[in-house]
């Protein structure tokens, strides 16, 4: 059974720091491209990083640039999610998901989301 | 980035009536690199179409997508309670992948 969890989350101060996890099983980890997408409370779907099965391509939405940082560790079937000089807009479930493709047009997997609170 | 508009922001349909779910592309994409996604209250989203009108594994047939270019739909045919969410378009064209803002049906 293909299976996402994700964690880390929690109750963070602007300006603060946290890493987020991303434990995969149930299938070959390293063959899939993996992507960080939040949801802020009330609010839709923002994809703000991602990451291919090798590594070696990364991506940031704007406003994350420069203060998260994406890694996966193929060895251990992780994804990794680490943030940076937090802001309260960064509050969002945080969900760890490889998503449809191309190459892999039926593989479509979705943690179960993480919630991070950026707040005083 | 490429922007994707839904309309209706809400839908209300009775149980049984047709539902139809609209996504406007800012610019033209290819049928392959389209989907719609199923977000039920405290869960993550569900892929239930993926270019543009292949159901994902699962999904029941009163599902359907069409479309081309930069308009793209959904149809659930015969509404069900447990189809009251919210749903949601994607685009896979270009880096970043964008969705739309959703859609929320709610059963009448």
């Known amino acids: 059974e293909v299976q996402l969890v994700e964690s880390g989350g929690g109750l963070v101060q602007p300006g603060g720091s946290l890493r987020l996890s991303c434990a995969a099983s149930?299938?070959?980890?390293?063959?899939?491209?993996f992507y960080w997408v939040r949801q802020a409370p009330g609010k839709g779907l923002e994809c703000i990083s991602y990451i291919s099965g090798s590594g070696s391509s990364i991506y940031y939405t704007e406003s994350v640039k420069g203060r998260f940082t994406i890694s996966r560790d193929n060895a251990n079937n992780s994804i990794y999610l680490q943030m940076n000089r937090l802001k309260p807009e960064d509050s969002a479930v945080y969900y760890c998901a490889s998503l449809t493709s191309g190459w892999h047009p039926l593989f479509d997997s979705w943690g179960q989301g993480t919630l991070v609170t950026v707040s005083s | 980035d490429i922007v994707l508009t839904q309309s209706p922001a809400t839908l209300s349909v009775s149980p049984g009536e047709r539902a139809t779910l609209s996504c406007r592309v800012s610019?033209?994409?290819?049928?392959?690199?389209f989907a719609w996604y199923r977000q039920k209250p405290g869960q993550a989203p569900s892929l239930l179409i993926y270019?543009?009108?292949n159901r994902a594994t699962g999904v029941p047939d009163r599902f359907s997508g069409s479309g081309s270019g930069a308009d793209f739909t959904l149809t659930i045919s015969r509404l069900e309670p447990e189809d009251s969410a919210v749903y949601y378009c994607q685009q896979y064209a270009g880096m970043p992948r964008t969705f739309g803002q959703g859609t929320k049906v709610e059963l009448k």
């Open positions: 149930g299938f070959t980890f390293s063959s899939y491209d």
């Open positions: 610019q033209s994409i290819s049928n392959t690199y």
């Open positions: 270019g543009a009108s």
